[in-house]
C-alpha cells in the first residue's frame, strides 16, 4: 500500500520489520512512577531489546553496527517500531517501580559491559 512504499523509501529495508513489530504488538512502554520511561521491543529472534526515543538509542546488534559504527542507517527496526507504535497508540503498557526500572537499566549495562 501506499503508507508502506512510503515508510520504505523514507527508512529503507528496516520498515517492513518494524512494522511487523508493530503488528505483533512487540513494542512495550515501560513507565515509572517518577515518569522515566524506556521500550522494550520483542525482537524477530525473541531477545528483548531496550530502546530509548529521547536519545534514538537501541541496544541491538545491528544499532551497533549499522548506525554507530558504519553511519550506513539512521535507525533500526527497533527503534522505528517504537516510534511507529507511538504514534498509532499501538505500544503495551508496562507500569513498574522506580526500584524495577533501576534492575531493567543494570542487567542492559551488564548484558552490553
Known amino acids: 500500500d501506499v503508507l508502506t512504499s512510503r515508510l520504505?523509501?523514507?527508512?529503507?529495508?528496516?520498515a517492513v520489520p518494524a512494522l511487523d513489530l508493530v503488528d505483533q504488538r512487540s513494542v512495550t512502554?515501560?513507565?515509572a512512577p517518577s515518569g522515566r520511561t524506556l521500550y522494550q521491543v520483542?525482537?524477530?529472534?525473541?531477545?528483548?531489546y531496550t530502546c530509548y526515543s529521547s536519545?534514538?538509542?537501541?541496544?541491538c546488534p545491528a544499532f551497533g553496527f549499522s548506525v554507530l559504527q558504519k553511519s550506513e542507517?539512521?535507525?533500526?527496526?527497533?527503534?522505528?517500531?517504537?516510534y511507529l507504535s507511538?504514534?498509532?497508540?499501538?505500544c503495551?503498557?508496562?507500569?513498574?517501580?522506580e526500584d524495577q526500572l533501576t534492575n531493567i537499566l543494570l542487567?542492559?549495562?551488564e548484558d552490553e559491559g
Open 86 to 90: 507511538q504514534a498509532m497508540g499501538a
Open 8 to 14: 520504505k523509501f523514507i527508512f529503507g529495508p528496516c
Open 29 to 31: 512502554r515501560v513507565r
Open 42 to 48: 520483542l525482537g524477530s529472534s525473541g531477545k528483548l
Open 55 to 59: 536519545c534514538h538509542f537501541c541496544t
Open 107 to 109: 542487567a542492559e549495562e
Open 92 to 97: 503495551q503498557e508496562l507500569a513498574v517501580s
Open 73 to 82: 542507517s539512521l535507525l533500526c527496526k527497533h527503534i522505528l517500531a517504537v
